[in-house]
Each structure stands twice: as C-alpha cells, then as structure tokens.
C-alpha cells in the first residue's frame, strides 16, 4: 500500500534540546532526524520528510525566520504531502500558530507541536507529542482546520490556544473555547466542526514594528508618550478587565490613535473585551471613541501578531473585520 506523504520541520525549542556539558542547562541540539527515530511508528504510517531548518529557542524565532518556515511549508504541500508538522519551542508556540494561521491559505493541515520535557529527560513527551501530531496531520478530518497546536494530547485551533503554565506537561489550553480535538487511544476526534478562517497575504514588508505594552496598577506613561516618536506602526495594551485603562492612559491612547492603529486587549488571559460595557474615562466606550479597537477574544500577543501583519500588507483599514469577524 502506498503511505501518505507527510513533511516534518524541527525548530528547535525544548524538544530537541539536551545537555552538552553537565550542569549547564539544555540547549538545542537535537536534529530533526534523530527527533524522527524516537518515534519509528511512524514508518508504519507515512512516508515522512523531515528538514531541521533550525536549532532555536523559541524566545529567538522571528518573523523572517517563519516566513521562510512557511514557504518551505508551502513548497511540501506542493510536493505531495498531505500535512505538515513543525516542531518547535513551547514559548513562543502560541504565536507562530497565530501566524501561520493567517497566512496558510491551504486545506492541508499544518500542526505544530513541541515538548515541555527535554530530550533526555525521564518521561520526555516529544516522541509522543510528535507521533500525535503526525496523527493529526495525516486524518482526513483535519483538512480545512488550518493550523493547530497538539500537546499532551488536545489538539487547539491556532486562534485559540495559550500557553498558560510555565513547565507543567498540560501546558496549552484554549481558555473560553476549550481544545477543538483530542487523541483517543491514538485516533483524532474532533469535537466541532472546523470554522471559517481569517486570511491574509503574504506582507510585502517586514520592517513595521508593533508595539505591546501592558497596563498595570499607578503605571506612569513614559513608555506610552514615546511611541510615535520611536516610529512604531502599531500599538496593542494588554488592557485590564474588559480592555481598561487609567485616565492618565486613556489621554495618551487618544493621541496616539489618531496616528497609528491601537488594539485594546484584556490582559486577564481569558474572555473578550467589553465595548458597551463601562463608561468612565480609561474605559472601553471611551477607549473606542478615541479611536482604539477593542481585540474581542484576541489575546494581547495574537492581536500584535494581526496588527503586524495587516501593516505588512497594508491592510489596517480592515483591522475591525479581522477582530470582529462575521459568525
Ligand atoms: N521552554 C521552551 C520550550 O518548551 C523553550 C523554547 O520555547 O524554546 O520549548
């Protein structure tokens, strides 16, 4: 019988690190070919391509760098390949998913997966995470999901999905929406039906820069006042509750938006933003009428993953479409 073709990408991240030298922590070593041999299942399921395109922590991946991840992607589809998985660092695996999601435009899936456990620790989950992303790339019942995330056994849908602990093995979940699948005794069960997707093209630039800033409590506004004079295309606050901030904030905001465009977001990790909520100064009907866009239930960093992108392609007029889109 003939296998299914499927590619695999290593990054790097906690999956392929290992210690070189006793006591000095782990560092990215581990190829994606010697990732592959710690799951020789796989053989039974696929033909498999597997491409270290590198050895980063994920703190270092820029957008660049995913670009051309993506293209290299894109060039596997192409190829034949009815999936495709990347593994990388856990960090930062919440926002290349974002990334990648607005600019896969394929019915093929694109998984990526890491590991919270290194290499050679006991009860390292790569090997496992990657077989069940292997999984979830092969199943019919993946087309038209664009990318997910799978770990520790729940797949999440990219637009959804956080990290929200810093070293437990259940590190991912998908606060308000919950996972979109999970393995059951090693098969992909989808728990709904896959939803309509926001794209965008590829950016034609790459230099913009968007800012993030978070509230907090008696915050001064140095940072704030320094935005545009710094050249920043963007700006997203990691917002308090429902997408609030101080009146001293909400002054600067006002000015700032008239320049470039400011998404609010909540900084509490889960949950939207209000917009018709509260109406003191600092609050969300005020933010709006002074020209910020409230991000719904895009997190702080998926909402400057958007803004960067939308800059790239010159398309922030659309902002509102793509924070609140159709049902
Ligand atoms: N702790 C991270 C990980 O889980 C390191 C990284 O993101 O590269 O992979």
Request: net charge negative; with cysteine.
């Amino acid at each position: 019988m003939d296998l299914p073709k499927l590619a695999i990408a290593a990054l790097g991240g906690t999956v392929s690190m290992q210690a070189s030298h006793a006591g000095e922590g782990v560092i990215p070593t581990v190829s994606g070919e010697t990732l592959l041999a710690s799951v020789p299942e796989l053989t039974t399921l696929a033909r498999v391509t597997v491409e270290t395109l590198g050895l980063l922590p994920s703190a270092s991946l820029n957008f660049e760098f995913l670009l051309s991840v993506l293209s290299w992607a894109r060039y596997q589809v192409e190829q034949g390949a009815i999936g495709v998985v990347i593994t990388q660092g856990t960090d930062t695996l919440e926002e290349t998913a974002t990334f990648f999601d607005y600019l896969w435009d394929r019915n093929e899936p694109l998984v990526l997966t890491g590991a919270m456990r290194s290499a050679a620790q006991v009860g390292a989950d790569g090997p496992v995470n990657l077989l069940d992303a292997c999984r979830v790339a092969l199943a019919d019942t993946s087309q038209q999901r664009g990318v997910q995330v799978v770990m520790n056994g729940q797949i999440h849908q990219a637009g959804h999905v956080r990290k929200t602990d810093s070293l437990a093995l259940q590190a991912f979940s998908s606060p308000v929406f919950g996972p979109a699948g999970l393995l059951v005794e090693n098969t992909v069960r989808y728990l709904r039906a896959p939803t309509p997707r926001m794209l965008l093209p590829l950016p034609q630039q790459t230099t913009q820069k968007i800012a993030l800033l978070e509230a907090s409590l008696s915050a001064d506004t140095l940072l704030l006042e320094n935005i545009l004079e710094l050249g920043y295309d963007g700006l997203v606050i990691a917002a308090f509750g429902a997408g609030h901030v101080s009146a001293r904030w909400a002054a600067v905001i006002e000015n700032i938006a008239k320049k470039i465009p400011v998404i609010i977001a909540t900084r509490t990790g889960s949950g939207a933003t209000a917009q018709f909520s509260y109406g003191f100064v600092g609050g969300e009907i005020d933010l709006i009428r002074k020209g910020a866009s409230m991000a719904g239930f895009l997190c702080p960093r998926k909402a400057r993953i958007l803004l960067w992108l939308l800059v790239g392609c010159q398309r922030q007029d659309e902002l509102a479409s793509y924070l609140y889109p159709p049902l």
